[in-house]
């Protein structure tokens, strides 16, 4: 069993997340995804899934700041030596046999800081609170009785 990490060795945050890019923006909680007025703490209450009431519409309507980020997002694709050939070559046929742009809703999730960098500590919710209470579960319940730290 490793030796547990000492709470002042180990960092977590909750940073904005984007969806299906593996990647962690850091960015906190703003306009389009605000706090909750009375955090609720309680283990056992659900919130909403991060995928309630989404449709994938590319005609459905949009603002105006929505619209200039899918013309800003339109022409991205795989580039560069990490990808493989044929998932670039694929990337660019995509950009016109496909180029409706969808946007996403954000997605947060519990980061752990690892070295110079971090790691990701837990899984995507759909609230910057919904992560914070799992990553408070793991801590306190999960991750003590993992160690066996507590029977």
């Known amino acids: 069993m490793s ?3 000492s709470a002042s060795a180990t960092g977590w945050c909750v940073p ?5 890019w593996g990647r962690t923006a850091s960015s906190n909680p703003g306009p389009t995804h605000p706090e909750p ?8 209450k659900r919130e909403a899934r991060i995928d309630d009431g989404l449709i ?3 005609e459905a309507p949009v603002t105006p700041v929505q619209a200039a980020e899918r013309l800003a997002l ?10 493989p050939e044929d998932v670039r070559r694929d990337s660019q046929k995509a950009l016109t046999a496909h ?4 946007l996403l809703s954000p997605v947060f999730r ?3 800081r690892d070295g110079p960098g971090s790691k990701v500590g837990g899984g995507v919710h759909a609230r910057a609170h919904d992560a914070r209470k799992a990553l408070d579960f793991s801590l306190t319940w999960f991750e003590p009785r993992q160690r066996g730290l507590i029977p």
């Open 3 to 5: 030796s547990p990490r």
């Open 16 to 20: 904005r997340s984007t969806p299906g």
């Open 37 to 44: 007025a009375v955090p609720n703490w309680d283990r056992g």
């Open 56 to 58: 994938l519409d590319p």
């Open 74 to 83: 339109r022409d991205l694709d795989y580039a560069g030596a990490r990808f």
């Open 99 to 102: 180029p409706d742009v969808m």
């Open 110 to 112: 519990g980061v752990e």
